[in-house]
């Protein structure tokens, strides 16, 4: 009887659907381990798409709500990223309009020095120059990735923050897989420039 019950328990090596069918038979575990799963990369995403860590905090924990509520209604034999993921960037933008109610055009020139603990804390032993140096590259490439238009930022955050691949940002941002490549293609000529404008 114990060891059925160990076998039942959910690991957090499952996958997805198991875990999410862990849940919908009452395992309230196999819903926390996949928060544990998305919440550090989705707020990793967050923060860098909309550049404030209290509201990066807030958002994460709505798309966890709506992962608990949405959950029954989901198709559980898929993995839940790419939908995790395209909700946090509804979210995003949807934050962005409230908060500045204005262009995406302006919002692109919008530029936040803040840091979060989550950044700042990656490396466990570094020295204090190369401390200053990885923060102010950090910073010079968030800056440069706030810049792009919106459509080309969530690819580009996509693939690198998130490391999705073109066939899920597809999914994400519902589009074919090719136009994510062409976005991230077309995105990184602008990227150099900002890097380079940035830097001088």
Known sequence: MEIRERTRAPRPGMPDSVLAQHYLAGDQQAFEVLVQRYSAPLFTFIRRFVGEYDAACDILQQVMLQLYLSLPKLRTGEPLKAWLYQVARNRCLDELRRKRAIHFSELEKEIEEEQSLVETMQDKSP??????????????????????????????????????????????????????????????????????????
């Open 127 to 200: 020295l204090p120059d190369e401390v200053v140096e990885r923060r102010d590259v950090q910073e010079i490439l968030l800056k440069a990735i706030r810049a792009l238009p919106p459509k080309f930022r969530a690819v580009v955050l996509l693939r690198y923050a998130a490391q999705l691949s073109y066939a899920e940002i597809g999914r994400v941002l519902t589009m074919p897989e090719a136009t994510a490549k062409t976005y991230f293609q077309r995105a990184k000529p602008l990227l150099q420039g900002g890097l380079g404008s940035l830097r001088n």
